[in-house]
Nanobody, 126 residues
Framework: QVQLVESGGDSVEAGGSLRLSCLVS????????LAWFRQAPGKDREGIAA????????VYSDSVKGRFAIAQDDAKTTVYLQMNGLKPEDTGIYYC???????????????????WGQGTQVTVSS
């Protein structure tokens, strides 16, 4: 089992920055792959960033590439999402997800992940 607890969500103005944190605990083998998803009001959940904990390889959706960065601490107990240049369309609930293994081409697909956090709200005003 893996437990995920997100924090850092807030209300900010367009152009601002936020850093989300996801505290990860549980079996190490079950959290080799970590990702951030978000769900805007009335929309499906969208995968935006993923990281391979062992190799450090990262993947981003086109919607956040160049603005957001996923990283983890050396102890691999926390995964971060640094968000810069925020836009109103970035508003939504942000979720952290984990799994022992995902198929690389599908690392931003929610059905590749078994463990999920409760989410943290991000609101960006224009």
């Amino acid at each position: 089992q893996v437990q995920l607890v997100e924090s850092g969500g807030d209300s900010v103005e367009a152009g601002g920055s936020l850093r989300l944190s996801c505290l990860v605990s549980g079996h190490a083998y079950a959290r080799n792959y970590l990702a951030w998803f978000r769900q805007a009001p009335g929309k499906d959940r969208e995968g935006i960033a993923a990281i391979d904990s062992s190799g450090g390889k990262t993947v981003y959706s086109d919607s956040v590439k160049g603005r957001f960065a996923i990283a983890q601490d050396d102890a691999k107990t926390t995964v971060y999402l640094q968000m810069n240049g925020l836009k109103p369309e970035d508003t939504g609930i942000y979720y952290c997800a984990a799994n022992s293994w995902v198929r690389a081409p599908r690392s931003l697909y929610e059905d590749e992940y078994v463990f999920w956090g409760q989410g943290t709200q991000v609101t960006v005003s224009s």
